[in-house]
């Protein structure tokens, strides 16, 4: 074990050099595009009694990006060694507390991405902690099944992706490989078509909206002309991506533009979640067998009248009557917790 870059960033260490009572943890992380959550919960011996419900959280920290797609491998890793940092300070721990760590991150695309985390995580703990890599979408999967792999997620905040697990450990994904490569259905994608649409109808080329006013407006801008600037001078992911709720207004205000905008975002999502369910057969041979979908991010929550969430789950409907949405009770941080403790567990029955 060693500091790594920053190795101000465990100081704390030097006045705990033990864990006030001897008792040891799990870390969970929810790394996205827009901000890292670390959790800390307490370590569950094996046994077979079920986990409290609610698990019980000793310490959460948040920090910024941690995708290295978007800000660099650099920045993410001071990320999140900074909020694993900060969680474990929170809750009076070190790391020599510490059975598991499962990192959730977004940009984990490849074992690659896998095994080039995990070799930097071994430079910050113990040989002892066991040490888990996933993409985000897993523990946010995690969130609604209390740490079962089994079902779909689906994922639309900044960014989309559809990620699903059978019980044999099959698993496949799709979307999720960010705006260039057309992450739509995203706040992201929804955000810049509306943004898209401002322009064409600014130049004649498209239809007039109420997008414009309510965009300009947002931004303290006075016309279309400036969105050129405003766009590149930092063009961000979230930061376009905020713009999702005046997409939102305008379709509920009955804008054409708008709602068609929204209208083809709940397709691309729809159609994300049954590609993932038709490669990995989750709705059985007939095509009506259940299956769960947790459903997680700023887009599908209710917006006023228009909910792209039930939109969603009533376009996959149509083809998967027997799908079982799910809303996670707790965030994807500690989904990422319990899938720690589970992988710690099943290796221990082995």
Known sequence: ???????????????M???????????????????????????????????????????????????????????????????????????????????????????VNHPTDQQRILSWLRDIFPSHVKLYVQNDAVAALASGTMGKLHGCVLIAGTGTIAYGFTED??????????????????????????????????????PQTALTYSILRALSLSSPDEL???????????????????????????????????????????????AVVQRLGLCGEDGKGSFPLVMVGGVLEANKTWDIGKEVVNYIYKDYPGTLPIRPKVEPAVGAALLAWNFFMKEARK
């Open 17 to 107: 050099p033990v864990s006030p009572d001897g008792s040891e943890v799990v870390l969970g992380l929810d790394g996205g595009t827009t901000s890292t959550v670390c959790v800390c919960m307490p370590f569950f011996p094996l046994s077979d009694r079920p986990l409290p419900d609610p698990v019980p959280v000793l310490a959460r920290a948040v920090a910024g990006c941690s995708n290295h797609n978007s800000v660099g491998e650099t920045a993410a890793r001071e990320t999140l060694e900074q909020v694993m940092a900060d969680a474990l300070s929170k809750s009076g721990s070190n790391r020599s507390a510490v059975r598991a760590v499962c990192l959730a991150v977004s940009g």
């Open 228 to 274: 050129i600037g405003w766009t590149y001078a930092d063009p961000s992911w979230a930061r376009i991506a905020a713009l999702v709720p005046v997409v939102v207004s305008c379709a509920d205000a009955g804008d054409e533009v708008a709602n068609k905008i929204l209208l083809e975002s709940v397709e691309e999502l729809a159609s994300s979640v049954k």
């Open 1 to 15: 074990m060693k500091r790594y870059r920053n190795g101000e960033i465990w100081d704390f260490e030097h006045e």
């Open 169 to 206: 450990g099959r698993e496949a994904r799709a979307a999720g490989a960010g705006p260039i490569l057309g992450d739509w259905g995203s706040g992201y994608g929804i955000a810049a078509q509306a943004l898209t649409a401002v322009v064409r109808a600014h130049d004649g080329r498209g």
